[in-house]
């Protein structure tokens, strides 16, 4: 059985930093391609980060691109998204996802999902 779990959400000043993370079940990290979507209120679903770890690639948002950083700790079968300079804007809902080929932007390409942690970014 295939479980993502995130956390480390919460509520932060604009400009703080808050560290995610994606504890993965049932299937290793470093096989998948893995990646961060988050969805505000009232909006889709949008890409934020991913990394496959065979292919050595990272892809990331123009929004948070220079911002963010996904890696992943392989002894722990645990993805991270790092999150600097957080803005008001960052404020969602944010999800892992995990894909059996390489990465996607596209959400409906991604077969696993965990259930979310909540970013909260105050002005």
């Known amino acids: 059985q295939v479980q993502l779990v995130e956390s480390g959400g919460g509520s932060v000043q604009a400009g703080g930093s808050l560290r995610l993370s994606c504890a993965a079940s049932?299937?290793?990290?470093?096989?998948?391609?893995m990646a961060w979507f988050r969805q505000a209120p009232g909006k889709e679903r949008e890409f934020v980060a991913a990394?496959?770890?065979?292919?050595?690639?990272?892809n990331y948002a123009d929004s948070v691109k220079g911002r963010f950083t996904i890696s992943i700790d392989s002894a722990k079968n645990t993805v991270y998204l790092q999150m600097n300079n957080l803005k008001p804007e960052d404020t969602a809902l944010y999800y892992c996802?995990?894909?059996?080929?390489?990465?996607?932007?596209?959400?409906?390409?991604?077969?696993?999902w965990g259930q979310g942690t909540r970013v909260t970014v105050s002005s």
């Open positions: 049932g299937l290793t990290v470093q096989s998948y391609a």
């Open positions: 996802a995990a894909r059996l080929y390489t990465f996607s932007h596209s959400a409906g390409d991604y077969n696993y």
């Open positions: 990394m496959y770890f065979r292919g050595g690639t990272t």
